[in-house]
């Protein structure tokens, strides 16, 4: 009998910490003209002389810190939703996962779904707050693979869940069960969102408003103030503001002693949230005169996460499934 098939996707990571795994992801990962809104004949010769040529050996050094036993954290942690969520859905439904920059690639894990027997395919780009540069580009990414396809499935896509009551709720009982387990109580609450060149929100990015939103619902959720930054800034164009690394060296001589940092537009934690939050901007903001520093880790596969997925996909599955 036909199968369903669900795809979990995530942004991406190099096969292994060192040069050349960091230098070929990197490669295909900013040559991605959703990624990097400049001219190919342009951008090329930058990328392949000194972007190539130095950025690898630092990033490697990064994801060094952040590596697990199991491999890359992003991959670890979507794997561990895929599992379990496996079976939620009733023997008919197949999960898996890929990566848009990669392994598992997108283009092998839907062949493996249709030469499964899934003839649908409900496909869930695991970003909150859409962005061009990663939901659009992982639906890019399926469309393409599709196009090769003789017998193609129908495809379902995961909207964006930015402002679902099901997220906020997911987000709140998540922060606050890790709130709660902290040793000192937090004079400021941080949400660290991805950042993203001004110029991609001028020319129509809803990222910028819906991770607003975000932090807007989880503070009255929360009954609390909720900072919002941006992170991961990254050539000389001007980035959303104000950056998280900045904030955070100035806080302490402003009389702000401890903070908790959450990055809600993460699905799972990443090299930018456990070596770029978590080591760097714990550094700076000690660094600066700050007391205690915390970095909540993102829904991961926690319980919240599957209830949210659970509900998320179900949603999707409508009319497919019973």
């Not at 090329?44 to 002389?49: E, S, T, V």
């Not at 970003?127 to 090769?148: E, R």
């Not at 807007?216 to 103030?225: N, V």
């Amino acid at each position: 009998m036909p199968r369903i098939g669900v795809l979990l996707i995530n942004l991406g990571t190099p096969d292994a910490p060192d040069a050349g795994a960091v230098r070929r992801y990197l490669a295909e990962f900013l040559s991605d003209p959703r990624v990097v809104e400049i001219p190919q004949w342009l951008w090329q010769p930058i990328l392949r002389g000194p972007i190539l040529l130095t950025r690898p050996r630092k990033s490697a050094h990064a994801y060094a810190q952040v590596w697990t036993k199991e491999g890359s954290p992003l991959a670890v942690n979507t794997r561990d939703v895929a599992i379990a969520l496996q079976g939620r859905f009733g023997s008919e439904v197949m999960i898996d996962w890929a990566m848009r920059y990669g392994n598992p690639s997108i283009a092998s894990r839907l062949a493996a779904l249709d030469e499964a027997g899934c003839d649908r395919i409900v496909v869930a780009p695991l970003y909150p707050q859409y962005c061009g540069a990663t939901t659009a580009t992982a639906v890019d990414c399926v469309s393409a693979a599709l196009a090769k396809m003789r017998a193609q499935p129908a495809i379902r896509t995961l909207p964006p869940y930015f402002d679902d009551p099901a997220y906020i709720e997911a987000l709140k009982m998540s922060v606050q069960r890790q709130l709660d387990a902290l040793d000192f109580e937090p004079d400021l609450l941080i949400a660290s969102f991805h950042g993203m060149p001004e110029r991609t929100k001028t020319l129509g990015d809803p990222y910028h408003e819906q991770s607003l939103e975000t932090a807007r619902l989880l503070t009255q959720a929360l009954e609390r103030d909720v900072r919002v930054t941006f992170q991961s800034r990254f050539g000389r164009a001007k980035w959303l503001g104000p950056a998280t690394d900045e904030t955070l060296k100035s806080l302490p001589p402003k009389g702000v002693r401890t903070v908790a940092v959450l990055t809600p537009g993460f699905s799972a934690d990443c090299l930018e949230t456990l070596e770029e939050i978590g080591i760097r901007g714990r550094d700076d903001f000690l660094a600066a005169g700050g007391q205690k520093f915390a970095h909540l880790p993102c829904l991961n596969a926690s319980p919240e996460a599957i209830k949210l997925y659970e509900n998320l996909i179900g949603r999707e599955l409508a009319g497919w499934v019973s």
